[in-house]
């Protein structure tokens, strides 16, 4: 699951990525407006964490853009602004949640967690496809309820791979939303072929079908063979 964080306090961006990024999450960090505004016009996020006050322009115009572009993250801004004028409209516009500075990081992760669980699986702790289970608080995944070891990467792609059935990923999309900003020093695009071969091969190897599909010249796709 890939996170946006949209704070112009470096020292809190880089807390808030690190405590993330240990609970599984991939991070990228936006520290003004105009590189927010670009990443987002960019790549796709499963969560944009947004501060309201930022050195080069506005919060509120971050997700009014999301918005916008029908952009399918969800939203939770992060303020020191109190109001209940800022709260309400934060909501009116778009956001699903609203923390107000300090706040703990083990609150903003479980916030996160339950958000993206609410938008991507219908709120549900398992998910389910064909003869595959995934237990997301626990990070478990069974085959025929069989469970199976996979890395973190690995995890990840199924769970992106589960996201999109029937949809064709290219190779590029599938890089950029394991390793985000790091996209460049992940050897290429190899590192994914070795991702997708060791995914397909353990869910084989517990009993499942191959739902992998290659598309030549394009990518992947999971679907029922």
């Known amino acids: 699951m890939k996170i946006l ?5 470096k020292g809190l961006a880089e807390s808030i990525t690190d405590y993330l990024s240990r609970e599984g999450f991939v991070c990228e960090v936006a520290n003004t407006f105009w590189q927010a505004d ?5 790549y796709q996020y499963d969560c944009t964490i947004v501060d309201l006050t930022l ?6 115009d971050i997700i009014q853009t999301l918005k916008k572009i029908a952009a399918a993250t969800g939203i ?9 004028e800022d709260k309400l409209k934060g909501l009116e516009i778009g956001s699903d949640d ?3 500075k ?4 083990s609150e903003l992760n479980a916030r996160v967690k339950s958000l993206i669980r609410r938008r991507n699986f219908g709120g549900n702790n398992d998910m389910t496809w064909k003869d595959i289970r995934v237990n997301l608080p626990a990070r478990k995944v069974f085959i025929k309820d069989n469970e199976t070891t996979l890395s973190k990467k690995e995890y990840d792609l199924l769970l992106y791979f589960l996201s999109n059935i029937d949809v064709a990923l290219t190779k590029e999309s599938i890089a950029e939303h394991l390793w985000g900003d790091n996209m460049d020093s992940a050897d290429s ?3 994914v072929y070795s ?7 353990k869910i084989v190897e517990k009993g499942g079908k191959d739902y992998i599909q290659s598309i030549y010249g394009i990518g992947y796709k999971f679907t029922a063979p």
Do not use: C, Q
């Open 102 to 105: 300090p706040f703990h990081l």
């Open 5 to 9: 964080v949209v704070e112009d306090e």
């Open 38 to 42: 670009e990443k987002i016009s960019l």
């Open 195 to 201: 991702h997708i071969k060791n995914l397909r091969r």
């Open 76 to 84: 939770i801004i992060i303020s020191a602004r109190n109001t209940l």
């Open 189 to 191: 695009l190899d590192m």
């Open 98 to 100: 609203y923390m107000t």
């Open 55 to 60: 050195p080069d322009g506005n919060g509120f």
